[in-house]
């Protein structure tokens, strides 16, 4: 396949001769062309993050369906008050230990 066919997009920057040096000694101890490194390395650099921007999103929608399950708690189902039932007999059966908790 023609590289063209495989990179059809083209990216360009202006960079300080200090950089693109830089640059070009990290892609030369990586092994690396320097385009190849430079797509590799701000591929890696987006992908960081997109995916740190994702989990903050994520993390905030959680805390609104916490907030609102905690707000408005939803009505017990027999798989729950099945659960309270066993708690409340083992509690009991071991009420001898907690006689001083109130």
């Known amino acids: 396949m023609p590289k063209s066919a495989e990179r059809p997009e083209r990216l360009e920057a ?4 200090e950089q693109k ?5 990290a892609a030369s101890i990586q092994g690396r062309t320097l385009t190849d490194f430079v797509v590799h390395s701000v591929t890696d650099a987006a992908s960081r993050i997109v995916q740190e921007q994702e989990a903050i999103i994520l993390s905030e929608r959680d805390r609104q369906v916490f907030v609102e ?12 008050k099945a659960a309270v039932q066993r708690y409340k007999q083992f509690i009991g059966g071991a009420s001898h ?3 001083n908790i109130r």
């Not at 040096?21 to 000694?25: C, I, N, T, Y």
């Not at 399950?69 to 729950?80: K, T």
Request: hydrophobic share 40%; aromatic share 4%.
């Open 69 to 80: 399950a905690f707000l408005n708690p939803p009505e017990p189902n027999d798989a729950v």
């Open 14 to 17: 202006r960079i300080t001769k």
């Open 21 to 25: 040096e830089l640059v070009q000694r």
């Open 97 to 99: 230990l907690c006689k």
